[in-house]
């Protein structure tokens, strides 16, 4: 059997209203075991040929790689934005209760 390999996916909400929309089904339908709104995000991008200077949340989900791309759809799906930020990062290393928790409150990839 594989290793269960989780990641953190970073994905980026203009407000608490769609941040909710997003987050909420992550997590009811299994594809992530917790996300965390983090508010106050200030975001300075480039989008069309001009510089963005804009008051964002950010979503910090815990999934499995495996789940990497139903997580993309569903935030697609969902997401006010046209390209919302859907961006993933290993986690390298959590204790074994937790990354026990994290495999079990997510579904088979």
Not at 46 to 56: D, F, L, P, T
Not at 72 to 80: M, T
């Amino acid at each position: 059997m594989p290793p269960m390999e989780p990641i953190v996916v970073l994905i980026t909400a203009p407000d608490a209203k769609t941040a909710r929309k997003v987050a909420t089904p992550l997590v009811e339908e299994g594809l992530a075991a917790c996300v965390n709104v983090v508010p106050g995000l200030r975001s300075i991008y480039r989008w069309e040929g001009a510089i963005q200077n804009e008051v964002e949340l950010m979503l910090v989900a815990k999934t499995r790689s495996a789940l990497f791309e139903d997580v993309g759809e569903c935030v697609r799906r969902l997401h006010s934005y046209e390209n919302p930020e859907v961006i993933a990062v290993p986690i390298v290393a959590g204790t074994a209760p937790y990354l026990g928790w994290l495999r079990d409150s997510t579904t088979q990839g």
